[in-house]
């Protein structure tokens, strides 16, 4: 069966730590993206990425870094994390070239105080 | 960047009878996907229907359907026979360049009984 997971489905840190959020996903996709969800602005895209140690940009880098270092796994980091911050973020996969869905995992719903 | 307009933010429907959701984007890109995806209050993302740029029928699954009027850039969602289970957010997603995706903001979508 299909499967993207996230570290924590809910996280509380204090404003100017460094907070990991982490996805593994288990079917051999190139594809990994990093959303953030907010009501009324749907899923923004943060950052995404086509293969090992690649990453791109998404429309709201500011403030993000990423890690794809083995092909199943992609990091999410906030290096300094602050009260705008707080959000749903959602982790999805993607096969390359497919005309098929992206594979959302539950998400990880962060608050930062 | 590309950008996806869903210009509804809120919908209501009457059981059993249709509705449509609208969906209008913007790229220079000749080849795209186009993706509905349903959003329920649980949090998970649900994908409906998918439609590619050279797809020259209108996609159909069940009682979801995609008006797709590419001179336009449009790609609306028609729901026949609303169910109160369809209330939920909808999402229209576009693909590009085979790894980048985006979403609109989101349409919620109310069924009345």
């Known amino acids: 069966d299909v499967k993207v997971t996230q570290s924590s489905r809910y996280l509380v840190k204090r404003t100017g730590e460094k907070v990991f959020l982490e996805c593994v996903q288990d079917?051999?996709?190139?594809?990994m993206f990093w959303y953030r969800q907010d009501p009324g602005l749907g899923l923004r895209l943060i950052y995404f990425?086509?293969?090992?140690?690649?990453?791109e940009k998404g429309d709201i880098p500011e403030g993000y870094s990423v890690s794809r270092e083995k092909k199943e796994r992609f990091s999410l980091i906030l290096e300094s994390a602050s009260t705008n911050q707080t959000s749903m973020y959602l982790c999805?996969?993607?096969?390359?070239?497919?005309?098929?869905?992206?594979?959302f995992g539950p998400g990880t719903r962060l608050t930062v105080t | 960047a590309q950008k996806i307009t869903q210009t509804q933010p809120g919908m209501f429907v009457q059981e059993k009878e249709a509705v449509t959701l609208d969906c209008t984007y913007d790229t220079s890109d000749p080849s795209y996907g186009l993706f509905w995806y349903k959003q329920p209050s649980s949090g998970e993302m649900i994908f409906l229907i998918y439609q590619g740029s050279y797809d020259q029928q209108n996609a159909t699954e069940g009682r979801y359907s995609l008006n797709f009027q590419k001179a336009r850039k449009s790609a609306n969602l028609v729901i026949s026979a609303s169910q109160l289970g369809d209330s939920a957010m909808y999402f229209c997603?576009?693909?590009?360049?085979?790894?980048?995706?985006?979403f609109g903001a989101g349409t919620r979508l109310t069924v009345k009984p």
């Open positions: 997603t576009i693909l590009y360049n085979n790894n980048d995706m985006r």
């Open positions: 999805a996969s993607l096969l390359q070239g497919s005309i098929h869905e992206q594979y």
């Open positions: 990425s086509y293969d090992v140690k690649m990453k």
């Open positions: 079917m051999d996709h190139e594809n």
